[in-house]
C-alpha cells in the first residue's frame, strides 16, 4: 500500500482527541436499479511495485491464472507509477474496471472473485475489501483499512484536507468484529466507507476517467478517496473481504510469529530506491495464464 507516515500515539496518560459516537447502525447498501446490475466485469489489475516481496510474487502468479496484471517496477516516484498504470487502463476499453494491488498485500484468487461478484450483482463505483492498517505493531495489527462513511467528522476532514485522524477516525478490529456480527443477517455485510486506503480497491471506468492519482504526506490513496468524496463518488467496502497487509512485518517486535514469518520466509516491506544505482524501470503486462483444455 501507499507510504504514509506512521502516527506517533500519545503519551501515557495523556488525553486523546474525542472520538465520534452515537453512530447510526449501519445498513447494508442497497442494490442499484436492475438496467444496471449483472454487468459483465472484465478486470485490470494494476500493481505499482517498488519492492519484490517472495510470498506476494507467489500469490500473484496464482492471480495471473485468471486475470490480467499488469506491472509497473521499480518506479519509486509513486504518484508517477500510478498515474503510468492509469494511463494503460485508460488506453485499453476493453477493460470494465481498474484494481489496485499494492505489493504489500497478500490476496487470493477468493478475495477478487468475491468483490468481482458483488459489482457483477450491485454495479458499485468503487468497492474494496479491508485488511489490517500495517503490520509494524499490534497496534496497526488490532486497527483495520477503513473509515466508515457515518463518522462524519472523518469525511468533512478528509474532504477539506486529505488527511485522517489514525487513533480516533480508524476502525479497530474490535469494530469491526462486532459489525460484522451486527450485520450476520443482512443480505450482505457491504459498508459505505470514507477511506478504504487501497485493500484491493476496484474502481469503474467512468471513475478512473475522473480522478487522476494525486500525493499528500498521507499517501495516494487517501488523496484517490478524498477526490471521491469531493466528487460525490460513493466508496464501499465488503467486510467479508479480509486481507493481510504486511507492511512492516519485519519490524513487529510484539508479535513473535509475524517476526518469524518474516525471517523464514525473507519478507522485508521497506522500500530501497539506490539513486547511485538505480534498478530499471518497467512496465509489465500479464496476460492471465490460459489454462491447458
Known amino acids: 500500500m501507499t507510504s504514509q507516515p506512521i502516527p506517533t500515539p500519545p503519551k501515557q496518560g495523556e488525553p486523546q482527541k474525542a472520538v465520534i459516537t452515537q453512530q447510526p447502525q449501519q445498513q447494508p447498501p442497497s442494490a442499484p436499479n436492475k438496467e444496471q446490475s449483472n454487468q459483465a466485469v472484465n478486470l485490470l489489475i494494476i500493481n505499482p511495485s517498488p519492492r519484490k516481496i517472495k510470498l506476494f510474487e507467489a500469490k500473484l502468479n496464482i492471480l495471473n491464472t485468471k486475470y490480467d496484471i499488469l506491472r509497473e517496477k521499480n518506479n519509486f516516484n509513486e504518484v508517477e507509477a500510478y498515474n503510468n498504470c492509469r494511463d494503460y487502463f485508460l488506453s485499453h476499453p476493453e477493460y470494465t474496471h481498474m484494481a489496485i494491488l499494492p505489493d504489500d498485500l497478500l490476496v487470493d484468487l477468493k478475495h477478487i472473485d468475491k468483490l468481482v461478484e458483488d459489482l457483477e450483482k450491485y454495479d458499485y463505483n468503487v468497492l474494496s475489501g479491508i485488511s489490517n492498517f500495517s503490520m509494524e505493531s499490534r497496534n496497526f495489527f488490532n486497527h483495520m483499512t477503513c473509515?466508515?462513511?457515518?463518522?462524519?467528522?472523518?469525511?468533512?476532514?478528509?474532504?477539506?484536507?486529505?488527511?485522517?485522524?489514525?487513533?480516533?477516525?480508524?476502525?479497530?478490529?474490535e469494530r469491526y468484529t462486532k459489525l460484522k456480527e451486527e450485520m450476520a443477517n443482512k443480505p450482505n455485510r457491504i459498508i459505505r466507507v470514507a477511506l478504504s486506503n487501497f485493500p484491493l480497491t476496484i474502481a469503474k471506468r467512468h471513475v478512473v476517467e475522473k480522478i487522476e492519482f494525486g500525493g499528500s504526506l498521507m499517501g495516494v490513496d487517501t488523496v484517490f478517496f478524498q477526490s471521491c468524496i469531493n466528487k460525490g463518488i460513493a466508496t464501499y467496502a465488503d467486510l467479508d473481504v479480509e486481507m493481510l497487509h504486511i507492511k512492516g512485518i519485519e519490524d513487529n517486535h510484539e508479535m513473535q510469529g509475524s517476526i518469524l514469518m518474516a525471517f523464514d520466509?525473507?519478507?522485508t516491506t521497506r522500500i530501497h530506491n539506490i539513486t547511485s544505482n538505480p534498478p530499471k524501470k518497467e512496465q509489465i503486462f500479464l496476460p492471465k495464464i490460459q489454462q491447458p483444455t
Request: aromatic share 16%; hydrophobic share 45%; glycine share 4%.
Open 147 to 173: 473509515i466508515d462513511y457515518m463518522n462524519y467528522g472523518a469525511v468533512d476532514q478528509l474532504a477539506q484536507t486529505a488527511r485522517f485522524d489514525y487513533f480516533t477516525q480508524v476502525m479497530t478490529r
Open 265 to 267: 520466509m525473507s519478507i
